[in-house]
């Protein structure tokens, strides 16, 4: 299999905006956001679907949602975090963690603008986790 976009990110060939970084999974702005703030949450190992995952990375990118997600939702001042999986777009397994607000409610898919990278850049700041 050849490297995804998320495996070249992992490598460093390609920027991009972490958020959180740890041995298993990285958390990354999204560059086509739903809202501001959505993230990817994905998997050092490259497999097509997240249920292929062996056990240990698995639980690694449920665990990253878990801390990275309510700093999204309090930073964006949202009422909710959304979780999709959707696993086609990309073949190298990732969560989408949306923020939204009740009356916006949880839209994963359409043709979301692409952000700006000064925009990107605020987010990243206001979203990094440190250590």
Known sequence: MKDSIFTKIIK???????IYE??????????????PGHTLVVSKKQVEQFIDLP???????????RKVGPRIR???DKEFLGVVVKGRDVP?????????????????DGDPPTESDESLKVMH??????G
């Open 12 to 18: 460093g060939e390609i920027p991009a905006y972490k």
């Open 74 to 76: 309090k930073v964006n």
């Open 22 to 35: 740890d041995e298993l999974t990285i958390a990354i702005l999204t560059i086509q956001p739903v809202h």
């Open 55 to 65: 056990d240990d990375d698995y639980r690694a990118m449920w665990e990253t949602v």
């Open 125 to 130: 700041q206001r979203l990094k986790l440190t």
């Open 92 to 108: 190298h397994a990732h969560i989408h963690l949306i923020p939204f607000n009740r009356d916006e409610g949880l839209k994963a």
